[in-house]
Antibody, heavy 119, light 107 residues
């Protein structure tokens, strides 16, 4: 099934940048559809971005133009570059693999990394 | 985007109770719906995919049903470890939007 471990979260001022990493083991990032989902404190789950195995990327309207999803095949790692951060980007960020079959679902998930945007 | 509306947003129940959570999609999504369980401070965990297929390792007291726009997650006999939040998610179209969640609390 594989395992995902996020890192890179922390406290950042509004307007700043941060890069999140999602290191994979037991699965190959480049061969899979991979996604980022976030959860603001006390709130529900919000899909953020996806990268397909072919390299196509898609973003939620709330982050389009500010966030960039990418991967490093040699490191088997997924990234989320977050620029022009806002207070409303404060959340736990999860990476997940999208299982693609006749249906698709998010599994497994990483443990999450907390991003706090505050002055 | 497809909107997913879950109800109730929270409920109180006792161990042994039958619990039902519903999710309604803003358009027909056939049976492209998943259900996740999330315990406090933890990542979501897949329970059910394709509306009614139980993920490996998930207890059989969990079941899902529905098609089109209306879906249900049922816990047949609530156990102490089931107190958590539950989310539906449509996988019919990107983005895979989530419902707002249902928090199941101890009565």
């Amino acid at each position: 099934e594989g395992q995902l471990v996020e890192s890179g979260g922390g406290l950042i001022q509004p307007g700043g940048s941060l890069r999140l990493s999602c290191a994979a083991s037991g699965l190959t990032v480049s061969s899979n559809y991979m996604t980022w989902v976030r959860q603001a404190p006390g709130k529900g789950l919000e899909w953020v971005s996806v990268i397909y195995s072919g390299g196509s990327t898609y973003y939620a309207d709330s982050v389009k133009g500010r966030f960039t999803i990418s991967r490093d095949n040699s490191k088997n790692t997924l990234y989320l570059q977050m620029d022009s951060l806002r207070a409303e980007d404060t959340a736990v960020y999860y990476c997940a693999k999208i299982t693609m079959a006749a249906y698709n679902w998010f599994d497994p998930w990483g443990q999450g990394t907390l991003v706090t945007v505050s002055s | 985007d497809i909107q997913m509306t879950q109800s109730p947003s929270s409920l109180s129940a006792s161990v042994g109770d039958r619990v039902t959570i519903t999710c309604r999609a803003s358009q027909s999504i056939s049976n492209y719906i998943n259900w996740y369980q999330q315990k406090s401070g933890k990542a979501p965990k897949l329970l059910i995919y394709a509306a009614s297929s139980l993920q490996s390792g998930v207890p059989s007291r969990f079941s899902g049903s529905g098609s089109g726009t209306d879906f249900t997650l049922t816990i047949s006999s609530l156990q102490p470890e089931d107190f958590a939040s539950y989310y539906c998610q449509q996988s019919y179209r990107t983005p895979g939007t989530f419902g707002q969640g249902t928090k199941v609390e101890i009565k």
